[in-house]
């Protein structure tokens, strides 16, 4: 399916936010599509998401990667900028949800998240408090502990991480499907034996196989 690249912006505490789309071209008999909403790591790098939302898009979900570090005018983020900033990252995530929710293209009742890293962080936290996010996968993240007491739901989750992560240590990862089973979430999980924080090719094509098998699961994306 062809794909539509764009760039818009919406507000949210003030500060303009940068979002790109990727969205499937096809006529209006088609739609409503479901939507993605993709989160980079704390080096920044929306830029790189392309190489994961036009794969998506072309398989028929509306993919929006949201420029959320625009709300602190952060460029990279270390742990102090990460603690300190994540409640308004949080903030500016809900906007964001609320902004792809009423696009006329997309199903309110079929939104994802994805995120990598700081990113699968953030996508964790959302999903444990926004009930409009239907699915989530995370690369090499988790779910912060400081999030725990505020959970009040988790969707279905895809969890992907390397044993050799030296960054965010694959225990995290554990951690995170243990909470997911013991609230009978459905999960699936895939660790990586050997790979540390950020994939190898080879294997980042398996993840991303994954990750798109997982969201045509639970998000039916549009026939084509």
Known sequence: MPVKVSQFSFVSGGKT????????????????FPAVIALHGSGGGHDTLAATAHPLASQGFCVYVPHYFDRTGTIEAAMPAMFLNFPLWMKTLWDGVSLVAAQPMVDPDRIGVVGFSLGGYL???????????????EYFGGLPKEVKMFMRRLPPTLILHGDA??????????NLRQILEDRKVPCEMQIYSGEGHHFTAETRADADQRMQVFLKKYLSPAQV
């Not at 979002?19 to 409503?32: A, G, L, M, R, T």
């Not at 996508?123 to 996968?137: G, H, K, Q």
């Open 123 to 137: 996508a964790m936290s959302l999903a444990c408090i926004d009930p409009r996010i239907r699915a989530a996968v």
């Open 17 to 32: 936010i940068a979002i790109d789309c990727f969205v499937p071209e096809q006529d209006d008999s088609k739609q409503p």
């Open 165 to 174: 992560d030296t960054v965010v240590p694959v225990a995290e990862a554990h």
